[in-house]
């Protein structure tokens, strides 16, 4: 009888040696087949979520069935495990070390590529020029070839060559078997010519030929090391470039844990001592002070402040906090000192349970396995067959011989060499990526691509985004007095307040000198200027109709209104807003052209949000969103079939774009939302996600068209070579015009422009 579910124990793996998402479907398979096992591996992440039943498995047994893949395994705390024990404070740092192995064998893993890209670039650069010029071969250049290219094959190759074994072992074919099938025939077909045949010989040099010729003498003195040379050097420059690109999901994650306060001033028989946020308890009381973190969630027992939660909110406007207030841990304290009691701590604050929803978010996200992945399961072996039964219809059908009949089958496999369909996708990506960056748009890999083709509905998060997110007077209504006095005499008095709206009049304007200054906390401050008592804050008395229409209207927009009283007479009323970019309804019609739906998601009220929308063009809008309800939002929107973007730049916003099927950051956002995303916008502008999405379009079509042509000539020419009419020469050949084709195609993405100044 199976366990009931409340028994199954959660653990995160951390898996090494994956170089494809065939890899980690292969270590999901092995960890499935286990009797009371439920696991998802991620490729990005290079780790596994898994549930397992204790009762019939324990975590040496599901790192031994990784190993058993043919991959490195191990155990990374997981502070989400439904297991009481794990609570404590120890999680972070165990989690953080669990990472640290991954982030550490990913580096090694770049810095190991790196090195075999910079030598065999070195040898291969004289090897393909003494190859393809006959001038410049001196007597006995091919042993200098061969003594260049031994190295690149066996060393720089090793990598592929591993990963083939590892494969086979398994009866799989990726990528790496058909870099390791075509430059293995190249280099024994060379061995064979050199030391055998007649290309060994001093003085040689390469002629073609437009058939293979017949004779035992004169068809074994070619030979084809460049192949090997170019094909292993470009190869591990695109391996190094993907190593490198992976692991963002990691930073995120790391980078939400540490936006969070170090320590606290705790209560203590008492007087204040500061110790660790990872000491305190539920019913401890701290003290937090204007400019501090708040060590985590609890509620105020004594105090006034206003609180800013734009880190987890992404809202510009404060929360007035008081006694009885709930206070969220990593929030900013901008006015007042307050007593917190604590209420949560660990994994159950709220900074954590984003973390958290941002790790699920990643997990949940499948990978696109790579074209030229899908296709080698059938192409790898259909070319092997084929050099194969070449081979014996030869033997068979003809009468010209073993060497003929080898040299045919050797073509085959010459022809079928990945150089072409393997530089597709990492030249197209490099130079497409390389201009993005020149754009300020980072596009972070082959996947991101693929999405930016399926997204139908685009989803934009309101403030830093559509808004500026800075608080800005936008109106200013007087009476008795001019807008400008108005503003004034407000500007003096606020400039004495920190309260964030209160600065945000202050910096509208020049303003005189304030004195016998007085706040009044939740209600307003008060001061003398030039003269005149001068009251700014909310209204103590019914408002005339000349004030309480703009007033209202404020709050129908989301703005704040505040009422200015000269002399105690109510004389203006003051509106801040946060304010819309000049560039934000150029970009929404531009996101329209491209056949996306936008739609406005925002954790504001819905008259501020439907403001906002109408004067850029939104016509949809969701508001009045939590945090943790924007990855519903997005999962619900994919659940109706929608392929959803989610643009934003807040921590809020870190979780929704990790759910959705393309996530693209604001630059100028928090470093938690950058890395959650898939694409970064550097320049804070939202016509650029217009650009990036037209230019990783651009760049996936470009990855197709060299797909396509890498296999159309293969496909125009293996029966060619099967039948015996094609010389290996002019197969080498006719690769490297493949490989030539590909990347000029791919150099074409530099002349893109960008739409957005």
């Known amino acids: 009888m199976t366990q009931p579910a409340l028994n199954l124990i959660n653990v995160d793996l951390g898996v090494t040696g994956m170089t494809c998402t065939s890899c980690s479907a292969r270590v999901e398979r092995k960890l499935n087949k286990l009797d009371g096992v439920e696991a998802t591996v991620n490729y990005a992440t290079e780790s596994a979520q898994v549930s397992y039943d204790p009762a019939k498995v324990d975590t040496e047994k599901l790192i031994k069935t990784v190993e058993g893949a043919g991959y490195g395994a191990f155990t990374m705390a997981n502070s989400t495990d439904p297991v009481p024990e794990s609570s404590d404070s120890s999680d972070s740092s165990e989690t953080g070390t669990g990472q640290s192995r991954i982030d550490a064998a990913r580096d090694a893993e770049a810095a190991d590529l790196k090195h075999r890209v910079q030598i065999s670039a070195l040898l291969t650069v004289p090897v393909v020029l003494l190859s393809m010029i006959p001038a410049l071969q001196f007597t006995n250049w091919q042993w200098a070839v061969l003594t260049m290219v031994t190295p690149i094959f066996f060393w720089g190759g090793a990598p592929f060559h591993k990963a083939t074994w590892a494969n086979l072992k398994h009866g799989s074919f990726t990528m790496d078997t058909l870099v390791s099938l075509g430059t293995t025939a190249a280099y024994l077909w060379s061995l064979w010519a050199l030391f055998i045949g007649n290309a060994g010989h001093p003085g040689m040099t390469m002629e073609m030929h437009l058939l293979p010729t017949t004779s035992t003498a004169s068809s074994m003195d070619e030979i084809y090391l460049e192949t090997v040379a170019v094909v292993i050097t470009f190869l591990l420059l695109g391996r190094w470039f993907e190593t490198k690109a992976k692991g963002q999901s990691s930073e995120a994650l790391r980078k939400l844990l540490d936006m969070g306060a170090k320590d606290a001033a705790v209560i203590r028989d008492g007087s204040e001592v500061r110790i660790p946020v990872s000491q305190l308890k539920i019913g401890d009381v701290f003290v937090t002070r204007p400019g501090e973190k708040i060590a985590t969630d609890g509620e105020v027992i004594e105090g006034t402040s206003a609180i800013d939660e734009s880190m987890l909110t992404g809202e510009s406007i404060p929360v007035e906090a008081t006694k009885g207030s709930k206070v969220t841990g990593a929030t900013l304290n901008t006015s007042g000192r307050l007593l917190v009691k604590v209420t949560r701590t660990g994994a159950d604050t709220t900074l954590a349970q984003m973390a958290k929803l941002v790790t699920d978010a990643q997990s949940q996200k499948a990978p696109v396995q790579r074209l030229v992945d899908k296709i080698s399961q059938i192409f790898v072996p259909a070319v092997i067959v084929i050099a194969i039964l070449t081979l014996i219809g030869h033997l068979i059908f003809t009468d010209a011989g073993l060497t003929p009949a080898f040299t045919a089958a050797v073509a085959v496999l010459i022809i079928a060499c990945p150089c072409a369909l393997g530089l597709a996708t990492p030249t197209a990506l490099l130079v497409g990526t390389g201009r993005g960056a020149q754009l300020g748009l980072l596009i972070k890999g082959p996947e991101i691509l693929e999405s930016t083709k399926k997204v139908d509905t685009i989803v934009l998060d309101k403030t830093g985004t559509v808004t500026s997110g800075t608080m800005s007077v936008t109106d200013v209504t007087a009476i008795n007095y001019s807008s400008a006095e108005i503003l004034a005499f407000a500007a003096a008095v606020e400039s004495a307040s920190e309260h964030p709206i209160a600065q945000a009049i202050a910096r509208s304007t020049d303003h005189p000198e304030v004195t016998n200054f007085q706040n009044t906390a939740g209600q307003g ?190 496909v125009a020419l293996i029966p060619v070579a099967a039948l015996g009419l094609l010389n290996p020469m002019l197969a080498g050949i006719a690769m490297a015009f493949s490989s030539v084709f590909v990347v000029s195609n791919s150099l074409r993405l530099r002349r893109f422009q960008a739409r957005s100044n």
């Open 525 to 714: 401050v008060t001061g003398v200027v030039s003269g005149h008592t001068v009251r700014v804050g909310k209204p103590q008395n019914t408002l005339i109709d000349a004030l309480l229409h703009p007033y209202q209207h404020a709050q129908t927009i989301g703005g704040t209104p505040v009422v200015v009283t000269i002399d105690g007479v109510d004389s203006g009323v003051i509106t801040v807003r946060d304010t819309i970019k000049d560039t934000s309804a150029e970009a929404i019609s531009g996101l329209k052209n491209l056949g996306l739906t936008p739609i406005l998601l925002t954790g504001d009220n819905l008259g501020a949000a439907n403001a906002v929308a109408k004067e850029v063009g939104i016509d949809h809008v969701i508001a009045d969103v939590l945090p943790a309800e924007k990855v519903a939002k997005i999962s619900s929107l994919q659940a109706e079939g929608k392929n959803v973007a989610m643009v934003g730049d807040g921590v809020n916003d870190a979780a929704a774009l990790a759910q959705a099927d393309l996530g693209l950051a604001m630059g100028a956002g928090t470093d938690v939302a950058i890395e959650a995303s898939d694409i970064t916008l550097m320049n804070n502008d939202l016509r650029s996600a217009v650009d990036a999405i037209r230019l990783s379009r651009k760049t996936l079509g470009t990855i197709k068209g060299n797909l396509f042509w890498a296999f159309a000539y293969n």
